[in-house]
């Protein structure tokens, strides 16, 4: 699956109706983001069941304000509308499939009582 352009007329579109989603925050002038790209890209080829969707933090201020990116890459991880997983820094191609791992290991149940989700949600 092709990596997705987030804006922040289509981001909530595609939180919701994705139930695992992976979001590279980048920017076209930053080396780091640049070396992170193909690991990025290569990962979302190897797991074509999961949405992997990038935001151009230059273009799409207003969606890095929400949510408080100050470094970048920073890559999130987002199941059933909550972030699981946000860090900056450019992961390497192991670690990056070791966390996608540990991502779909989670008990999203489990996760909601202990943001307290469920009990806003119910």
Do not use: H
């Not at 922040?8 to 930053?30: G, H, M, T």
């Not at 074509?48 to 935001?55: I, S």
């Not at 070791?98 to 806003?120: F, H, N, W």
């Amino acid at each position: 699956m092709s990596t997705l352009e987030l804006t922040k007329d289509n981001f909530n579109e595609v939180v919701e109706q994705s139930p695992f989603v992976l979001v590279d925050f980048w920017a076209s002038w930053c080396g780091p983001c640049k070396m992170f790209a193909p690991v990025y890209d290569k990962a979302s080829e190897a797991n074509p069941d999961l949405v992997f969707a990038k935001v151009d933090t230059e273009a799409q201020q207003e969606l890095a304000a929400a949510f408080e990116i100050r470094s970048i890459p920073t890559l999130m991880i987002i199941r059933d509308r909550t972030v699981v997983f946000s860090q900056p820094g450019a992961l390497p191609a192991p670690a990056l499939e070791d966390l996608i791992k540990q991502a779909r290991a989670l008990d999203m149940d489990e996760v909601r009582r202990e943001t307290g989700q469920e009990a806003a949600e119910g």
